[in-house]
C-alpha cells in the first residue's frame, strides 16, 4: 500500500502568503522525515481565501530540492488549462531534478469559474484533456514528433529536457463518471478517485467495470486503483474527532458553493445530482459525515477502517486529506503525518 497525503498549501486568512508557504513546507519537511510515500499537490486558481497553490510545478520542484526519499505527485495537473507542450517540458525538467520521484496525476477539475478565468470553454474540456494527454506522452516517449489536432498542431517538436525515466513520469488518472472507468481500463491506465461525503462503496460497480476492461484489453495483473479520502490522526479517537471536525465541516461547505457556482455556470437543472451534492453538502452533519468514508480515528481505528477499504476495493495507495479545510495546527497536522507513517503505514 502506497500512503500519501493531498495538500492545497491552504491560506492563512489576514496573514501573508508567506507564513501559508512556510507552514506547508514545514508540512513537507516533516513528511519527508517520517517516511511519507509521496506528497500529492494540487491545482487550485484564483481563490485567496482557500489556498496559494496556482503553480504546482513550481512548488514540486522546490520539494524535489528539499527533500531525497519522498515521491512528489500532482493530484490533478489540469490539463485543459495548460498547454500540452509547456507541460510536457515542465513535467520533464521536474522528473530530472526529483531524479525520477514524481508521479503525473491528470484530469479536468470541475471548476467552471477557472475555465472562464483562463478563456477556455468548460465543454471543450473532454476532447482538450484526451488530445493533451497524448500530446504529452508522444513528448516524453518520442525524441521527435509531429501533431495535427483539433486544438494543437505542429511539426517536428522535441521536448528538451528528456524526463529523468525513459517514457517520463508514472501516469495517473482521476475518475468519476462511469464511463471513464470504462475507457480507463481499456487504456490499461492507473487510475485514482476521490470520495468526500460518500462512502467509497459506492464506486464498486465502476470498479469492477475497470477490471473487467483491463481483462478484457490483455493487460497484466487486475488494473491500479488509488482513493483520496478525508482522513484524520490523532492518539485516541476523541482527540481526532475534536480536532478534525472543525476543519471537515468547513471544507464541505465550501465545496457546497464551489460546486454550486460551477453547476449555476453550467445552466445545471435543478434536479440533478450535482445539485442534489450541493444540498448534502450545505447541510450534512460531523456525525453523517464519519459514516461515510472518513478516516478519522486514533492510529488503530484508521488501519481497521483503511484494511476494510484495501480489501473491498483493492487499493494499491491512499492519499490523505489531513487538512483540507485549513483549519487544523500545524502541531496536529505534523503529529496526523507522524502517526500516520509510524504507527498505521507499518501494519501494511
Not at 135 to 163: C, L, M, N, Q
Not at 170 to 186: C, K, M, N, W, Y
Request: one cysteine or more.
Amino acid at each position: 500500500m502506497e500512503f500519501g497525503i493531498f495538500h492545497e498549501f491552504t491560506s492563512l486568512p489576514g496573514r501573508p502568503d508567506s507564513e501559508a508557504f512556510a507552514k506547508s513546507f514545514a508540512v513537507v519537511d516533516a513528511a519527508e522525515k517520517y517516511g511519507l510515500d509521496v506528497m500529492w499537490l494540487a491545482e487550485l486558481h484564483f481563490d485567496a481565501a482557500r489556498s496559494v497553490l496556482g503553480a504546482p510545478m513550481l512548488v514540486a520542484s522546490a520539494i524535489a530540492a528539499r527533500t531525497e526519499r519522498m515521491k512528489i505527485g500532482t493530484s490533478v495537473t489540469v490539463l485543459p488549462l495548460n498547454n500540452p507542450l509547456r507541460i510536457a517540458e515542465e513535467g520533464a525538467t521536474l522528473d530530472q531534478i526529483a531524479r525520477g520521484r514524481t508521479i503525473f496525476g491528470v484530469g479536468r477539475s470541475g471548476v467552471v469559474s477557472t475555465y472562464e478565468a483562463y478563456n477556455i470553454p468548460y465543454a471543450e474540456s473532454k476532447e482538450r484533456f484526451s488530445e493533451n494527454l497524448e500530446i504529452i506522452e508522444r513528448a516524453w516517449s518520442e525524441p521527435k514528433f509531429s501533431h495535427k489536432g483539433k486544438y494543437y498542431s505542429f511539426d517536428d517538436v522535441t521536448v528538451v529536457p528528456r524526463p529523468y525515466r525513459n517514457g517520463g513520469p508514472e501516469i495517473r488518472v482521476a475518475a468519476q463518471s462511469p464511463d471513464t472507468f470504462q475507457t480507463l481500463g481499456e487504456q490499461g491506465r492507473a487510475m485514482f478517485l476521490s470520495v468526500r461525503h460518500e462512502n467509497a462503496n459506492m464506486f464498486a460497480s465502476y470498479i469492477d467495470t475497470y477490471r473487467k476492461a483491463w481483462q478484457a484489453a490483455g493487460h497484466p495483473g487486475t488494473g491500479r486503483i488509488h482513493l483520496r479520502a478525508a482522513g484524520f490522526i490523532a492518539p485516541t479517537d476523541a482527540e481526532a474527532h475534536a480536532r478534525y471536525e472543525p476543519t471537515l465541516m468547513h471544507h464541505y461547505r465550501t465545496q457546497a458553493e464551489l460546486l454550486a457556482d460551477s453547476a449555476g455556470r453550467l445552466d445545471t437543472p435543478a434536479d440533478s445530482s450535482k445539485w442534489k451534492t450541493v444540498q448534502r453538502l450545505r447541510t450534512i452533519s460531523y456525525r453523517e459525515a464519519i459514516e461515510g468514508t472518513v478516516l478519522v480515528g486514533s492510529p488503530d481505528t484508521v488501519t481497521r477502517k483503511l484494511k476494510a477499504l484495501e480489501a473491498e476495493l483493492g487499493l494499491e495507495g491512499i492519499q490523505f486529506e489531513l487538512n483540507g479545510g485549513g483549519r487544523i495546527s500545524l502541531d496536529h497536522e505534523t503529529e496526523a503525518l507522524r502517526l500516520l507513517c509510524q504507527e498505521v503505514k507499518p501494519a501494511f
